[in-house]
């Protein structure tokens, strides 16, 4: 599998998605799943606050994050780019992005046996799953720290509706 860029997209040998329709043989043909997602790289999380992003981005539909097999981190959104055309062919293909002429068909996600990533995570959920077993004392530190701010916000909020309300 060749690197990936800091996009989460693998670079190698040019990207063959043509204007017009490819031979019927070609892997792209009748394809563009490279086309429906975007990634871009994200630090690998160590303090409260990287943990706590990690929650916001997934929270929000069609977010991922995942873990590629360097290690790197990447955050995956979903979404279709506005030039695949219907017959699954890129409408801007001369203009198109270079990160587009760079990826890679023999050994993109369809062609490849290998997932593009190591560890993935399609919900918050899924991330506390892995971080109670791989990082156990991030994990427990990230939850401390959590379960103190939950509580503050709670007492803010019986305090806030205890008090009269303003003019009364
Ligand atoms: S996912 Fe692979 S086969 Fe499909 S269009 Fe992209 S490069 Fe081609
Ligand atoms: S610009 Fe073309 S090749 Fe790039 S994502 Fe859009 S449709 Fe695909």
Redesign the pocket.
């Known amino acids: 599998m060749s690197k990936e860029n800091g996009s989460g997209r693998r670079s190698g040998p040019s ?1 063959e ?1 043509a204007l017009l329709d490819l031979p019927s043989a070609h ?2 043909h009748g ?4 086309c429906h997602y975007i990634a871009t790289e994200i630090d690998n999380p160590s303090s409260f606050r990287d943990y706590d992003n990690l929650h916001w981005y997934l929270l929000h539909e069609d977010v991922c994050v995942y873990v590629d097999w360097e290690g790197d981190w990447f955050l995956e959104f979903r979404t279709t780019c506005r030039h695949l055309t219907p017959s699954r062919t890129c409408g801007i293909y001369e203009e198109r992005p270079q990160i587009c002429s760079e ?1 890679s ?1 023999d050994e ?4 490849s046996d290998e997932p593009a990533w190591k560890y993935r995570f399609e919900s918050y959920q899924e991330l506390l799953d892995w971080l109670r077993k791989r990082r156990p004392k991030a994990y427990e530190k990230y939850m401390r720290a959590r379960r103190k701010l939950v509580r503050k916000r709670r007492e803010a909020s019986g305090a806030a509706s205890a008090s009269p309300p303003p003019g009364a």
Do not use: T
Not at 31 to 34: P, S, T, V
Not at 108 to 111: D, G, L, Q, R
């Open positions: 990207l998605l892997p792209c394809c563009g799943q490279c990826f068909w993109c996600e369809k062609s």
